[in-house]
Antibody, heavy 122, light 107 residues
Framework: QVQLVQSGAEVKKPGASVKVSCKAS????????MHWVRQAPGQGLEWMGIINPSGGSTSYAQKFQGRVTMTRDTSTSTVYMELSSLRSEDTAVYYCARGLIAARPNGPAGYWGQGTLVTVSS | DIQMTQSPSTLSASVGDRVTITCRAS??????LAWYQQKPGKAPKLLIY???SLESGVPSRFSGSGSGTEFTLTISSLQPDDFATYYC?????????FGGGTKVEIK
């Protein structure tokens, strides 16, 4: 069965960077795009961007351009999301989510990781 | 970016009620719309994609309709497990966007 297992909670100071991992199993890793979505406390869902695990190409939401980097390691079927220049407003749960349809970048997310809480506080 | 507006933001209903949630897009997205359910402390769960296609394993009391700029999610007979927050998401463009969410509460 498809599983996405994310790394544990992080506490960071303003200005620092955080790198969240998402290890995939149960399917062909390179066949499905992976999204990153975040949710601030008590708020809605916010799409951050997407990575193609096959070639490593990425597309980021304009809001995060210049601050986010998504990468992947095909040898371990893991994708990473790094967010830099953290500020208090970046405190949120960060989710990885696999595309529902193979090889389609703009599509719904059919499988989600458990989420990683990132807290930014001085 | 395409903006997605959901209404209402909160909805109070009783078990057995028929519930309808609306999602409007700032421009036409054809049928490239998904609906998710989220419970507190949990990841979202895909319910419907391509506006009206039911995801595998989702109860048939959930249905979706619409195209272009106006969409609805209907729960035909609300069950205790359905009290949650619901989000729409457009995927017409390569920059995906979510609606603000609709919380379905117990009346």
């Amino acid at each position: 069965q498809v599983q996405l297992v994310q790394s544990g909670a992080e506490v960071k100071k303003p200005g620092a960077s955080v790198k969240v991992s998402c290890k995939a199993s149960g399917y062909t890793f390179t066949s499905y795009y992976m999204h990153w979505v975040r949710q601030a406390p008590g708020q809605g869902l916010e799409w951050m961007g997407i990575i193609n695990p096959s070639g490593g190409s990425t597309s980021y939401a304009q809001k995060f351009q210049g601050r986010v980097t998504m990468t992947r390691d095909t040898s371990t079927s893991t994708v990473y999301m790094e967010l830099s220049s953290l500020r208090s407003e970046d405190t949120a749960v960060y989710y990885c989510a696999r595309g529902l349809i193979a090889a389609r970048p703009n599509g719904p997310a059919g499988y989600w990781g458990q989420g990683t809480l990132v807290t930014v506080s001085s | 970016d395409i903006q997605m507006t959901q209404s209402p933001s909160t909805l109070s209903a009783s078990v057995g009620d028929r519930v309808t949630i609306t999602c409007r897009a700032s421009q036409s997205i054809s049928s490239w719309l998904a609906w998710y359910q989220q419970k507190p402390g949990k990841a979202p769960k895909l319910l419907i994609y391509k506006a009206s296609s039911l995801e595998s394993g989702v109860p048939s009391r959930f249905s979706g309709s619409g195209s272009g700029t106006e969409f609805t999610l209907t729960i035909s007979s609300l069950q205790p497990d359905d009290f949650a927050t619901y989000y729409c998401q457009q995927y017409n463009s390569y920059s995906l966007t979510f609606g603000g969410g609709t919380k379905v509460e117990i009346k």
